[in-house]
């Protein structure tokens, strides 16, 4: 068995790992990467970037085959980025087979030993099928399975109603398919619940049947002839169905045993650092037990442990500044505390202000101004938490996360500059929110003011 040893190995060359890989061996480790699939992992090859695809080319009404073109051509065009070529280019070691732990310091991948000083687990995860009966029989769809069709569905069942089932079903409706939503809870249920009511209303009048509070007991039927018996008693049939009902970390097979690395059903378990129980590995990402499953976390998650790894800092990750969105029309995002949340936990200290999308000019003039809102929960005159929902609510949002990061006030991001006009100024005019009834409704404010111009030459 060839014998390699590394400074640094990496085991995933998802977003999460090929950022730790790329940053690491620039500035001068050794770094080995371990990659048994595609490189890129789930956000390129199924998840992040392809949905966003279809739904730019389902917005553009083009027909199904050419909106599953636009897929491939954006996951082509962004591959080299990912590519072993470019890793292998910038100094890396890529091993191309399954990794599994034969001790606390060595994994063996394929006819190779590799011994490091410390791992990085960013093995991600991979959609959550749930023990339905009948299920395991029928020809289902994921979202690492959707991107191999050419031609529209006739009628698609999609079970569950989360992000991804909710994104999939408009992009579908969009694209000429009947579409049927079944979730066993809520409809976006981690959301704000007024913004969500906005999100599914908005899908409902599209055309989306969206079923709540029922389950599926069974499946069955076969090759575009499905059928699901709910628990109420209903039952629907369509031509497919897809599985959108949460993922599930890819952490059985590593052998975590040998690298006395502890997990339980959600994945690996880590402290503030990311560090293991293992203090050689860590991990990052949607391997994490009781993790954020969103790529842009992982990203984060690097960054936290390229600290630790190369410069023996003491970093920590945090979760208050991470915000996600949903990319349905209309979006909705979130950074912080939901209003619920901040009740929840500062009681009568919470001001909640907001701005609405209809008065915002720039929504007006290109009539997007049907819906939205942005509201703010603020605490002493620092914001703890941001829902938007309304046009580009995700390009909106990540202001409020450095608000956050940062500790900024309410003041300062009044005191921004947005170039009119902007779909920006909602960020500006619900921070003016906060001070409207303090400037302009406060009898002191007045007196002063009446004061000042008397005594004024």
């Known amino acids: 068995m060839k014998k390699i040893k590394t400074d640094i190995c990496v085991i995933g ?28 992992g789930d956000c390129l090859n199924s998840g992040c970037v392809p949905s966003k695809a279809l739904l730019h080319a389902a917005k553009e009404g083009r027909s199904y085959a050419d909106a599953m073109a636009h897929v491939q051509n954006t996951i082509a065009t962004i591959a080299p980025h990912d590519s072993q070529e470019r890793f292998e280019g910038l100094g890396c070691t890529v091993i191309r087979d399954h990794a599994r732990f034969t001790s606390p310091k060595t994994v063996e991948a394929g006819d190779t030993e590799i011994t490091a000083r410390r791992f990085v687990i960013a093995t991600g ?48 409706r969009r694209l000429g398919c009947d579409v049927t939503v079944i979730e066993a809870a809520t409809a976006l249920s981690r959301e704000d619940p007024e913004a969500a009511a906005l999100v599914i209303a908005a899908l409902k009048a599209e055309g989306v049947k969206i079923i709540e509070g029922d389950k599926v007991v069974r499946v069955s039927g076969g090759r575009h002839d499905i059928t699901l018996d709910l628990e109420s008693g209903n039952r629907i049939t369509g031509s497919h169905l897809l599985v959108a009902t949460g993922r599930v970390a890819n952490s059985e097979s590593l052998a975590l ?58 970093a920590k990750a945090a979760t208050h500044h991470i915000p996600h969105a949903t990319y349905t029309a209309p979006e909705l995002a979130q950074v912080g505390l939901s209003e619920a949340d901040a009740r929840e936990t500062y009681g009568d ?9 209809s008065g915002n000019d720039r929504a007006i003039a290109t009539d997007r101004a049907g819906v939205g809102f942005i509201k703010v929960m603020v605490v002493k005159g620092r914001p703890v938490g941001v829902t938007i929902v309304g046009p580009d609510a995700g390009e909106l949002i990540p202001l409020w996360s450095l608000a956050l990061s ?29 001070f409207t009834p303090r400037l302009f409704d406060n009898p002191k404010v007045k007196t002063v003011v009446k004061l000042v111009q008397r005594l004024l030459p």
């Open 257 to 314: 045993e040998k690298g006395e690395i502890n997990r339980n059903r959600g994945g690996i378990k880590v402290d503030a650092r990311l560090r293991t129980s293992n203090r050689r590995a860590y991990a990052i990402g949607d391997v994490v037990a009781d993790n954020l499953q969103f790529t842009h976390v992982a990203g984060y998650q690097a960054g936290v442990v390229i600290r630790s790894l190369l410069f023996g800092l003491p």
């Open 406 to 434: 940062a500790k900024l006030k309410m003041s300062q991001i009044a005191g921004m500059i947005a170039p009119y006009p902007t779909l920006a100024e909602l960020n500006k005019r619900a921070a003016g929110a906060y």
């Open 13 to 40: 060359a998802g977003s999460g790992g090929l950022s730790v890989a790329s940053g690491a061996v620039q500035m001068g480790a050794s770094v080995v990467l371990i990659e048994k699939g595609e490189m890129g």
């Open 125 to 172: 995860s991979r959609p959550f099928v749930p023990p339905v009966e009948g299920l395991a029989d029928v020809p289902y769809l994921t979202n690492e399975s959707l991107w191999a069709l050419r031609e529209a569905p006739a009628h698609l069942l999609i079970l569950g109603a989360g992000p991804i089932g909710m994104e999939m079903a408009q992009a579908h």
């Open 349 to 357: 200290k919470l001001e909640v202000v907001r701005a609405e999308v």
